[in-house]
C-alpha cells in the first residue's frame, strides 16, 4: 500500500489496483466526548459550518503534522477502510511526507501505521515520490528538477540517481494562495469569505499569468459593514493580484535552487525542462509563470493531485530496483 499524507488530501495506492482513496485530510470531533464524527470528504463539508460542540480540524498544517493524535486517528481510518475493517496480512507501506518532517514528526507517521497494522512502513520524501510518479527517471545520472506545490508547503528539488542533490521547501502553496484571496476579498470588497469559498474562487477564475482575463466570478460572503450576505463580483486579473505575494515567493523558491544547482546538472534540467506537480500545478497559468521568470521549459504533470501517491505505488511495485529512494524504515515483528 502506498499513501500520500498530504495537507489538503490523503490518497491510497493498493498494489495491483491503482488509486482506491482519495479524500480530504480532514477530521471533525466532537469537542466532548473527544470522538471523531467524520473523516475526509464528509468532515471537509463540515469545515467553517460546525455547531459549538464539533469541530473540523486539519491535522497536517503547513506540511507538518499540527495535531499528532488526530492525525494518526486519520491515518488509521484511511487504512482500515481501504481493508474494509479486515487486519493487514503484515502488509508493506510506503508513506510520502513532506520533506520539511522532522525525525519526531517521521517517527510518529511511522508508529501511527504500525498502529494501523503495517509491519514495514517506508517513509519518501514528497519530492522524489513526485518526481517517479510524473515518470521522471529519477534513477539515471541525469538531473531532474521537480516543483510539488501542495496545499501547505511548495517544495522543489533537483534528482539524480535516486538521491536529492539539493532541495528547498517553503510553508507557501495552495492554501496560502486561497488566504491571500480570502484577505483581498476583506481589505478591497469588505466581504468575509470562508477556507472553501476562497479556494473556489482561485480554482474557478484564479490565474498565475494572464489567461482568460474577461472571466468574472458572483462570489458570496458575509459583508464586514452591514453584517448582512451579500454577493459580490469579482474579475480574474484582480484575483491573480491578490495572490501575487505567496506567488512571488514560490517563483524564488525555484529561482534559489536553480542558482544552487551544479553546472552539469543545470544543464541536463534547462534540456529536460522542469516538472510541475501537486495541486498548485492546476492554477492556470503557472507554469507560463515560472518559465517566464527562469527562462526555462516547465511541464505539467499530466494528474498533478496523483503523482506522490502514483509515485508510492511505483516504489512499491518497483522495490528492488528503487530501494535507495527511502528517507526512513521501521520493521515491527
Ligand atoms: N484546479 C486547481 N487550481 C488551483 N489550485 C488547485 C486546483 N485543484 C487543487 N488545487 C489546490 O491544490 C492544493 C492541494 O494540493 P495537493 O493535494 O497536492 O496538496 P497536499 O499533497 O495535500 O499538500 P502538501 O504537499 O502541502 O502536504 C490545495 O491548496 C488546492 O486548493
Same mark, same amino acid.
Given at each position: 500500500m502506498g499513501i500520500d499524507l498530504g495537507t489538503a488530501n490523503t490518497l491510497v495506492y493498493v498494489s495491483g489496483k491503482g488509486i482506491v482513496l482519495q479524500e480530504?485530510?480532514?477530521?471533525? *470531533?466532537?469537542?466532548?466526548?473527544?470522538?471523531?464524527?467524520a473523516v475526509g470528504e464528509?468532515?471537509? !463539508? *463540515?469545515?467553517?459550518?460546525?455547531?459549538?460542540?464539533?469541530?473540523?480540524?486539519?491535522?497536517? !498544517?503547513?506540511?507538518?503534522?499540527?495535531?499528532?493524535?488526530?492525525?494518526?486517528? *486519520?491515518?488509521?481510518?484511511?487504512?482500515?477502510?481501504?481493508?474494509?475493517?479486515?487486519?493487514?496480512?503484515?502488509?508493506?507501506?510506503?508513506?510520502?511526507?513532506?520533506?520539511?518532517?522532522?525525525?519526531?514528526?517521521?517517527?510518529?507517521?511511522?508508529?501511527?501505521?504500525?498502529?494501523?497494522?503495517? !509491519?514495514?512502513?517506508?517513509?519518501?520524501?514528497?519530492?522524489?515520490?513526485?518526481?517517479?510518479?510524473?515518470?521522471?527517471?529519477?534513477?539515471?545520472?541525469?538531473?531532474? *528538477?521537480?516543483?510539488?506545490?501542495?496545499?501547505?508547503?511548495?517544495?522543489?528539488?533537483?534528482?539524480?540517481?535516486?538521491?536529492?542533490?539539493?532541495?528547498?521547501?517553503?510553508?507557501?502553496?495552495?492554501?496560502?494562495?486561497?488566504?491571500a484571496i480570502a484577505q483581498y476579498m476583506k481589505k478591497v470588497h469588505n466581504l468575509v469569505i470562508g477556507e472553501r469559498t476562497s479556494e473556489e474562487i482561485k480554482i474557478t477564475i484564479g490565474s498565475a499569468y494572464p489567461v482568460d482575463d474577461d472571466t468574472t466570478m458572483e462570489v458570496r460572503g458575509l459583508h464586514l459593514l452591514s453584517g448582512l450576505p451579500r454577493t459580490v463580483a469579482v474579475k480574474a486579473p484582480e484575483i491573480r493580484e491578490s495572490m501575487s505575494e505567496p506567488l512571488a515567493v514560490i517563483v524564488d523558491a525555484v529561482k534559489r535552487t536553480l542558482e544552487r544547482t551544479p553546472p552539469e546538472l543545470a544543464a541536463d534540467i534547462i534540456d529536460r525542462g522542469i516538472m510541475l506537480a501537486g495541486g498548485g500545478a492546476l492554477l492556470k497559468g503557472i507554469d507560463t509563470l515560472i518559465s517566464h521568470e527562469t527562462g526555462i521549459v516547465v511541464h505539467v504533470a499530466a494528474d498533478p493531485l496523483s503523482c506522490v501517491v502514483l509515485g508510492t505505488g511505483r516504489v512499491l511495485?518497483?522495490?528492488k530496483q528503487l530501494e535507495r529512494v527511502f528517507s526512513g524504515r521501521s520493521r515491527n515483528f
Open positions: 480530504p485530510s480532514v477530521v471533525a *470531533m466532537d469537542q466532548d466526548s473527544k470522538l471523531p464524527l464528509d468532515a471537509k !463539508r *463540515m469545515l467553517g459550518r460546525t455547531p459549538g460542540n464539533v469541530i473540523a480540524l486539519r491535522p497536517l !498544517r503547513d506540511g507538518v503534522i499540527a495535531d499528532f493524535d488526530t492525525a494518526e486517528l *486519520m491515518l488509521k481510518h484511511f487504512i482500515t477502510r481501504v481493508h474494509e475493517g479486515k487486519t493487514l496480512v503484515s502488509p508493506r507501506i510506503v508513506i510520502g511526507i513532506p520533506s520539511g518532517v522532522t525525525g519526531v514528526e517521521r517517527r510518529a507517521v511511522m508508529d501511527a501505521a504500525s498502529q494501523a497494522g503495517a !509491519r514495514d512502513v517506508y517513509l519518501i520524501d514528497e519530492p522524489v515520490a513526485a518526481a517517479i510518479g510524473a515518470g521522471l527517471p529519477v534513477a539515471e545520472p541525469t538531473g531532474n *528538477m521537480i516543483i510539488d506545490i501542495g496545499g501547505g508547503t511548495t517544495e522543489v528539488a533537483v534528482l539524480s540517481l535516486q538521491g536529492t542533490v539539493l532541495s528547498e521547501s517553503v510553508r507557501v502553496a495552495g492554501d496560502e494562495l486561497s488566504e511495485e518497483n522495490f
